[in-house]
């Protein structure tokens, strides 16, 4: 059913599906061709409709009636950058050539202030955000965030307050991030081997103190902990199993997550790709798994417990079985970007008007257009795109640690 149009036109969402316009003639009933910008259509024309504003105002946090984009997908994510640095230069996120010592990386005066991300995600939540996942960049490296953590997590509306981190500085910071209200954690470990983590962190050190991070996290009650592993082959995949063996039975839930061609510098491929089918097979033939079902609509990894009834693990198969027809998540970058794709190109700037002292109301009414507007679904389109054009490196991508994950 796919069409391709070979029209360059950037897109209103920024996504580089509509950069190489594709038509998908049974998805987009309607479509005259191009992406008119057209006002937020009003209750009688979903998907794509948002409540009027005019009653709202953010003292009362009222909520709104909940958006849906173009192909009639909610916001319920909002995942919010906290700093563009990192202390890790992972290969595949921020290769140390591109990332070295000289690079420089936002001013101050760029970043949002904590107001200002309080602010935004008030909006976000009157609109049906519930869950919040603070990312970056490394967030344990922004100072002071667990007043952020404060401020978020008392919005009525918030249910969910999450973190993803490497955990270099976890251990440390543990309890404060819990005290302040953080609900769940994510650290991100590649290998439990010193040499594959070395090279997948791009730095000298091993995993110990990442180690040292998930135990803080669970005696302090961050429970379950997810642990998060990009498989790359040749370089990680080989410890695949050992990894699994290596959180089995501690409750913590480990995610494998195939290599994504985020952003333009990781030198992604295809062939590096290690499939979620693979990946199962590989721990399956050690472990015997059983599938579960998914806990809500839109969740990104697919589930299984060990048959034995040590505990669980999940897949994450943005590569070879894409879900964006579920995709309820919408990213904030540190300079205020609304993103409403991983493989963005670009995002809708919200910092500007709100520092042009534009009101709630408005700024509200912007975030209903973009994802009114919405339509990206780039993980679906990516055989196609690859198919006609290959790994076209020229084309703009938001890089990961930008976006957060
Ligand atoms: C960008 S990081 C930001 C938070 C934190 N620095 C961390 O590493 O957990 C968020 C997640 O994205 C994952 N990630 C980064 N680049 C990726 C890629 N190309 N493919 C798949 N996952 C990636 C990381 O492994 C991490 O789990
Ligand atoms: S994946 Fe996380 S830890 Fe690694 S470089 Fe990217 S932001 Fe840093």
Request: overall charge negative; glycine content about 10%.
């Amino acid at each position: 059913m796919i069409q391709a149009v070979p029209e360059l036109a950037p897109g209103l969402d920024g996504c580089v599906e509509t950069a190489f316009v594709l038509k998908y003639a049974a998805l987009s009933a309607g479509y005259q061709g191009g992406f008119p910008r057209r006002p937020i259509p009003g209750s009688s024309h979903p998907p794509g409709r948002s409540h009027s504003l005019e009653s709202f105002t953010l003292s009362e946090s009222s909520r709104l009636e909940a958006l849906t984009d173009q192909l009639g997908r909610g916001i319920r994510d909002l995942r919010i950058s906290v700093t563009d640095r990192c202390n890790f230069r992972c290969p595949y996120c921020m290769p140390i050539e591109t990332y070295g010592e000289n690079y420089e990386f936002l001013a101050k005066p760029e970043l949002l202030t904590f107001e200002e991300i309080e602010r935004l995600t008030r909006l976000f939540v009157a609109h049906g955000v519930e869950k919040l996942r603070i990312t970056g960049g490394e967030p344990l490296l922004r100072r002071e965030l667990p007043s952020l953590l404060e401020r978020l997590v008392q919005i009525p509306g918030v249910e969910d307050l999450a973190l993803t981190t490497n955990g270099y500085l976890l251990a440390a910071q543990a309890q404060t991030l819990r005290d302040a209200g953080l609900r769940r954690i994510t650290v991100s470990l590649d290998s439990h081997d010193e040499e594959t983590f070395k090279r997948m962190s791009g730095r000298t050190f091993g995993p110990q103190r990442v180690f040292e991070g998930i135990e803080a996290a669970d005696a302090c009650g961050l429970r379950p902990i997810k642990i998060n592993c990009v498989v790359q082959r040749g370089v990680n995949d080989h410890q695949i199993v050992d990894l699994a063996r290596r959180f089995k039975g501690t409750g913590h839930i480990v995610r494998f997550i195939e290599f994504m061609d985020v952003g333009t510098l990781n030198r992604w491929d295809m062939a590096q790709v290690v499939s979620a089918a693979e990946i199962r097979g590989r721990i399956e033939a050690e472990f015997p798994l059983d599938p579960v079902p998914p806990q809500y609509e839109g969740e990104v990894a697919t589930r299984f417990e060990y048959r034995d009834g040590s505990g669980e693990i999940g897949i994450i198969s943005s590569v070879s079985a894409p879900f964006c027809g579920a995709c309820s998540r919408a990213r904030l970058t540190i300079e205020g970007q609304l993103v409403t794709c991983l493989f963005a190109s670009r995002g809708t700037d919200l910092r500007g008007p709100l520092r042009d002292g534009e009101s709630d109301e408005a700024l509200s009414q912007r975030i209903a257009e973009v994802w009114g507007n919405r339509r990206d679904r780039y993980s679906e389109e990516r055989a196609g795109l690859l198919e006609v054009r290959g790994p076209d490196r020229a084309i703009s991508k938001i890089e990961m640690y930008q976006v957060g994950g």
